[in-house]
C-alpha cells in the first residue's frame, strides 16, 4: 500500500497540501478525511477545492446540511460531512454517493463513520494533530 506522510507546521503550509492534492483528483475520485474534531478536515478541503479548481473562499463545513457542492468548470466537487448522519452508510447511498462520483470528486469529512459504503478505491487522508497548528497528514490509496 503507497502511503505519502506530510508533516506541516502551520495552516498555511496545511493548505499548500491540501491544494497539492486537489490538484491529482478527477471525476470519480473519492478522499476519506479522518481526523479527530478541530484537526483542520475543513481547512484542507479549502485547499483540496482550489487545487482541484474551485473557488475555496465558499467552502464551509456541511455539518448541518450534509453536502456542498463547488463547481469547477466542468466538473463539481462535492464536500460531504458525516459527524451528524444517523446512519451515514445507509444515508450516503439515500443522498447519491455514487452519481456525486459520476460527475466529480467526492471529499468526505468523518468519512470512518461510513463504514464500508465508501466506495474502492479511494483516497484516505488521516490528520493527525502534533501540535497547536502542526500536522501530521497520512494519505494512502484504499484499494
Not at 475543513?42 to 450534509?66: M, Q
Not at 466542468?74 to 450516503?92: C, T
Amino acid at each position: 500500500m503507497n502511503e505519502t506522510i506530510y508533516n506541516t507546521t502551520s495552516v498555511d503550509e496545511t493548505y499548500a497540501v491540501g491544494r497539492e492534492i486537489g490538484a491529482t483528483l478527477g471525476a470519480g475520485d473519492c478522499l476519506a478525511l479522518l481526523g479527530t474534531l478541530g484537526a483542520g478536515k475543513t481547512a484542507i478541503t479549502r485547499g483540496i477545492a482550489e487545487g482541484y479548481g474551485a473557488d475555496a473562499s465558499n467552502v464551509s463545513s456541511p455539518t448541518y446540511v450534509l453536502c456542498h457542492q463547488y463547481p469547477a468548470g466542468d466538473r463539481p466537487l462535492y464536500h460531504l460531512d458525516l459527524y451528524r448522519m444517523v446512519s451515514a452508510d445507509e444515508e450516503l447511498e439515500d443522498i447519491g454517493l455514487e452519481d456525486f462520483l459520476a460527475e466529480g470528486a467526492v471529499v468526505i469529512e468523518w468519512a470512518n463513520l461510513a463504514g464500508a459504503t465508501l466506495p474502492h478505491p479511494r483516497w484516505e487522508l488521516t490528520i493527525d494533530i502534533t501540535g497547536e497548528n502542526s500536522r501530521t497528514l497520512t494519505l494512502k490509496r484504499i484499494e
